[in-house]
Each structure stands twice: as C-alpha cells, then as structure tokens.
DNA sequence: GCTTCAATGTAGGCAACGCCAACAATGATG
DNA sequence: CATCATTGTTGGCGTTGCCTACATTGAAGC
C-alpha cells in the first residue's frame, strides 16, 4: 500500500480545497496552516513553499471565490427575455452564491489583504461589476433602461447587488427577509434603471 | 509621582480606545490582547478581566462602532429640505463614516462574531436600517416617495446605502469613483423610490 | 545512465499568542 | 476594622506562524 508519497503531486490545490472547507466548517478562526498540514498528511512547514505566508493563501482563497462567483454570475446571465427578468437571475446568481459561500464572500472583500495581491482582487471584483454595467448597456440598447453613461447605472446597480448579498451574509436580514425582499429589491433596481 | 496605580481605573474602556487605535493603524491582524495590555501598562491576563476572550473584545468594538455610526446617521438626517437632500446627507454620512473607519465597519459586519453577541449586534444594524425606513415613510408621507410597503422601498435603500459604503471601504472603487459617483448613486435611489 | 539541480517536503526551533489557574492588592460594604 | 468581590499579577501550557538547515525527488543535460 503505498499511502504516502514523499512529492505530494498538487498539494496547492489540495491546500486551497481543504482550506475552504476549513472555512465552511468551522469558520475564518480556524484557518490553520498547520492544522491543514496535518490533515494532509504532510509536514507543518510544506505550505511555506505554495503559499509564503498565512495571507497569500488567504488571497489565493478569495481569489478563486471570485472566479466562482464570476462562472457562476456569467452562467445565470445568458437566461430572461426582459431586463427585469435578466437582471432578477443576476441578483439571485450572486444571493445563492452569498447564501452558499457566507464566510468566503467574507473573505473575499474583506479589507486587510496583501496591498500586492489586492490589486489582483480588486480587478477580479470590478470584473463582477463589469457584468453588471454590460447587462445595463444592453438594457439602454433595447430601450429598457434610461439614457445616459453607462457607469452611472451599472455602478449603483451592482451596489444594490452586493449590499442585498451582504446583508444576507452578515445576518442582518433573516433568510427569510432574504427570499421575500428579493422581488422588492429587484423591482426597485429596475425602477431606478428604468426611462423616465 | 504616582505612575502607576494597581487599579487601572477604566481599563474596559481603554482598552476599547487603543484596541480602535490598533485596529485603524496597524489592521486587524495586529491586534493582539498582550500587546494591547503592554501598551496600557497593564499585565497580559488583565484583559481577561473585561472580555472574556479575543472575539468578546471584537464583538465590543463592533457594537461601539454601530453606536458611533448610529449618531453620525443620526445626526445627518435632520438636515436638508427634499427627501432627496435628506436622502443625500444619509448616504454622505454613511460613506463619511465608512472611509475613516474602514477596519471597524469591515469587523462590524463580519460574519465570525459570537452567536450571542451577533444577537446585539444584528439589532444594531437593524436600527440603523430603521433610520433609512423612516426617512422613506417620511417621504411617502410629503408624496416624494412612491406609495407601498415603506419596507419594500426603505430596505432596498438602506442596501445600496450599504453595499456603496462597502465598496468604498474594500478599495473596489476607488476614492475619486465614490467621490464622482456619489450623485449618481443618489439620483438611483431617488429614481426607485420616486412615485411613478 | 549518470550527474546536476531546482522543486518540493521534512525536522527542529523561536518568539508570540490566547487562555487558564493560583495568588495579590484594592476599595467598597458591613 | 474585618470581609470579600473586583481587578490586577505571575507563571505556565499548548498552539501557531515563520525561519533555517537538511532530505528526497524527478527532470534536464551530458
């Protein structure tokens, strides 16, 4: 039986992998990367030469949140006739992500990463935003949403976005002032995108 | 000269203050019971005596921080003739608050807060979403805001309130994108709140 | 096929931390 | 003035993040 190799074969994958369910489970305290040594059976120093600190794994963690919530967000986006019903499926993409993902989406904008890998998480979250900004453009195009720059709209809507989902996280609105309030949310959304 | 006392006085306090300090300058990451106790001149178990543990002296700060927050909101909503002026001083108030206490307004809503002390302060932000609900009612009441459940329109608001702030805070936009976006953030809220 | 060497994992150690238990000083209450 | 809960101190335990030195591995060049 050979159970353990010396090389471990994709111990950065499995760190992240384990990492996260770490987070799920038991919470953004818990993180250790001892602890996440140990539980893959490998020396307590062997994280050092993926990630060089607590933080860049911290980073690399939030960094693949992104990518998730932009797979999924790019996935819900292609359904709905209307605006309203195209925009409805966004916000529901990025609420069931929050839902699913609570400590993570924490994570994921939490302020106190590395100034270096931060510029890498902010461009990754203003490609969320872009997402948003490009459904309103088409909403201009097909006459839904009102005139004018494009930013103007898209911005406050993919604030209202991400407000809605970080309430939801945090607890300040119950799951089920979550489910109820979606439809109120999403029809102020349309009315504040809509022609005058 | 009497330096020290063996009774500190108001070391609960204290500790809050220098713990905010800590939090602001240093992140927090840094923040550390024994070294907060070494900074007061205190021993390292005297903390212990005020908050049981690292998260309860968390949990403090948050809800101090709501407190704060809750004032300056508070103090805001008087000023201003239309409910967009009102509305508009919320949001400044709100982003005020958010830039200068970038760390606090993260640990704030964060999600690893005590289940009992999330109880306090999910009340918090609860009050403070009251404050935008009422703004709202008031603008119903003066015909400014479209008619309906004032919970349907004032939760909406109080969201975007937020997820702006957030987005201040977490470097997403950056400090001339709130700036010039702020006007547009607020014409959105008024446009979905407006009577159609 | 051997050597070389960068990549990857190991072993040990250090200082700091959170937390705990046992003890000491203080000041309010009787 | 005695009592005693409150508040602070001392010392210690186990864990952590990180560092340095060393070991194993697999791939590249001869």
Known sequence: MQTRRYHHGDLRAALLTRAERTLRE??????S???????????????SRHF??????LDALALAGFERLDEALAGSRAAGETFADRLGGLVRAYVDFALANAELLDL??????????????????????AMAVELVAEGQRSGEVR??????????VFTTLHGFASFAVSSVL??????????AVIAYMVRGCAPS
Not at 108 to 129: C, N, W
Request: zero cysteines.
């Open 174 to 183: 119950s799951a089920e002032e979550v489910e109820s309030g979606l439809d």
């Open 108 to 129: 994921m904008y939490t302020v106190k990463h590395d100034p270096a890998a931060s510029e890498e998480l902010i461009t990754a979250a203003q490609r969320l935003g």
């Open 26 to 31: 038991k919470g953004p305290g818990a993180l």
């Open 52 to 57: 060089k600190d607590k933080q860049a794994l």
């Open 147 to 156: 005139e004018g720059p494009v930013d103007d709209i898209g911005m406050p």
């Open 33 to 47: 990367l001892r602890e996440l040594a140990r539980d893959l059976g490998v020396s307590h120093a062997a994280p």
